[in-house]
């Protein structure tokens, strides 16, 4: 028998393919009755970098509430996006918007494990053979390391006219 699904983990690095994805994340939540968390993670920066831009600066970028704030703002604008394309309330749909420092797969795993979520829905930039090849791909890692089903949306066709660059 298949679980029944009541929360799905849309991850996102707020490029055109991801939010192309979130169409499919919205979506599936509706047939499914399901509520969708947001994840954005953002990459730590270096220790080696507060060589380079003095402590001061550090302590300005190591700051990242400002960041999750506007991040938080432009998920909030782009769902009435949504809303306007498919005449369906997304925000209703989105039950908590998260915003993590650290490496994408990692945050990933633990935020569906954190706010149990029965599957994942991401976006594959198919960025080539040789990237994957060394350096790895966030979907590929997802996959190989979840026990949840995974929904990795490819990217869409040059036919298809989000009018949404980015979220």
């Known amino acids: 028998m298949i679980p029944k699904t009541k929360k799905i983990l849309y991850a996102t690095d707020l490029s055109r393919n991801s939010a ?3 169409y499919y994340a919205v979506d599936m939540a509706q047939k499914k009755g399901a509520t969708i968390v947001i994840l954005h993670t953002v990459e730590p920066i270096p220790f080696y970098v507060r060589n380079y831009i003095g402590e001061t600066e550090w302590m300005k970028l190591d700051q990242h509430q400002e960041i999750v704030a506007m991040i938080e703002k432009r998920f909030q ?24 420092v650290g490496h994408p797969v ?4 633990s935020v569906c494990d ?7 829905i991401l976006g594959n930039h198919g960025k080539g ?12 890692a997802v996959l190989d390391r979840t026990h949840k089903p995974v929904l990795i949306i490819p990217l ?6 989000l009018d949404l660059a980015t979220i």
Not at 106 to 109: C, K
Not at 129 to 140: A, P, Y
């Open 106 to 109: 990692n945050e990933i795993l």
């Open 77 to 100: 604008s782009f769902c009435q996006k949504v809303d306007a394309q498919i005449g369906s309330p997304c925000l209703e749909l989105v039950s908590k918007i998260i915003v993590r």
């Open 129 to 140: 053979f040789l990237k994957q090849t060394f350096l790895g791909s966030v979907s590929r």
């Open 156 to 161: 869409p066709p040059d036919s298809v006219n």
């Open 114 to 120: 954190e706010e149990k979520c029965d599957m994942i």
């Open 20 to 22: 192309y994805a979130f």
